[in-house]
């Protein structure tokens, strides 16, 4: 099943509005990366980057650009 941009960016969305958790929605990530299926070359990136942000404080993305990159996935055609 393919995991498409515009899903990326709401499933994002729906983490972020639950509240800024950087730890919670890395692992949501990285499950999601696990996941079999297609999904394009951005959103694989996307799902790389977002489960760094486990590491540790310094690889935390802020709110204001996590929700910028889904408004961007949401926007995809």
């Known amino acids: 099943m393919a995991y498409s941009d ?3 960016g ?3 969305l729906a983490q ?3 509240g ?6 890395a692992r949501r990530a990285y499950g999601r990366f696990l996941e ?3 999904r394009s070359d951005s959103v ?3 799902l790389i980057d977002l ?3 486990e ?3 310094e690889f935390h993305i802020p709110e204001e650009e996590l929700r910028a990159t889904a408004d961007r996935f949401i926007a995809s055609p």
């Open 16 to 18: 972020l509005d639950a």
């Open 20 to 25: 800024y958790d950087p730890v919670r929605i």
């Open 10 to 12: 709401q499933d994002l």
């Open 36 to 38: 079999p299926g297609e």
């Open 44 to 46: 694989h990136e996307a």
């Open 55 to 57: 590491e540790g404080e």
């Open 6 to 8: 515009h899903e990326f």
């Open 51 to 53: 489960s760094t942000m």
